[in-house]
């Protein structure tokens, strides 16, 4: 059975620090790998897709992959109160559409 | 961008009756479409892929026959929760693929609360 997991936090960090999100995944078949972050109540918005070992940079995001290790990360720069979210994984397996995502990790940026 | 629209955004029902749930790709074309569940507190739990001009597949603990999924254009797929019970009280969630631009990255809807009274 294909897991993902995160910690669950909360995880809380300063206005303008660098926010560190993990992940881990099973299915050394998957072969996409997305972050999402959820408001409350809301729906999930896609923040970053990386598909390649190494970093991948968009803005204040940075998504990193290491298929060795079946690990990937995210880190948010100068993080900023509006960043206060739940961000989830999520891992697409190889010939596999759907999604697996793990139960998040919910940020705190204080003020 | 690639949006999705869910209707209705939140439906209160009750026990026994049906509920239908529509999800629209406004911008593109999507041959594949995702059904999701959420719980409180949860995360979201894959319950089928809506394939266009074909059957559903589900995934495995999803009954086919109390959800009904109906894929009937490139542009709208339908989930249709049939005699619904309180325990079926959940965040419904769509989300779709670009699969003919070759994307990997799944849009998702604004989602459906669906409450069972």
């Known amino acids: 059975q294909k897991e993902v997991e995160q910690n669950s936090g909360p995880l809380s960090v300063p206005e303008g620090a660098i926010a560190s999100l993990n992940c881990t995944y099973s299915?050394?078949?998957?072969?996409?790998f997305f972050w999402y972050r959820q408001y409350s109540g809301k729906s999930p918005e896609l923040i970053m897709s990386?598909?390649?070992?190494g970093d991948k940079e968009d803005g204040r995001f940075t998504a990193q992959l290491n298929k060795a290790s079946q690990y990937v990360s995210l880190l948010i720069r100068d993080s900023q109160p509006s960043d206060s979210a739940t961000y989830l994984c999520?891992?697409?397996?190889?010939?596999?559409?759907?999604?697996?995502f793990g139960k998040g990790t919910h940020l705190i940026i204080q003020p | 961008g690639a949006v999705v629209s869910q209707h209705p955004s939140w439906v209160i029902c009750k026990s026994g009756t049906s509920v239908k749930i529509e999800c629209r790709s406004l911008?593109?074309?999507?041959?594949?479409m995702f059904w999701y569940r959420q719980f409180p507190k949860q995360s979201l739990m894959l319950m089928a892929t809506?394939?266009?001009?074909?059957?559903?597949?589900?995934e495995q603990g999803v009954e086919k026959d109390k959800f009904l999924i109906n894929h009937a254009s490139l542009t709208l797929s339908t989930l249709t929760v049939t005699s619904a019970h309180p325990e079926d009280s959940s965040f419904y969630i769509c989300?779709?693929?670009?699969?003919?631009?070759?994307?990997?990255?799944?849009?998702f809807g604004p989602g459906t609360r669906l409450t069972v009274t």
């Open positions: 989300s779709a693929r670009d699969a003919i631009a070759g994307e990997s990255e799944q849009y």
């Open positions: 911008d593109f074309q999507a041959t594949t």
């Open positions: 809506s394939n266009e001009g074909s059957k559903a597949t589900y």
């Open positions: 990386i598909y390649s070992n």
């Open positions: 999520a891992v697409r397996g190889g010939g596999a559409d759907g999604l697996t």
């Open positions: 299915d050394r078949g998957s072969q996409s």
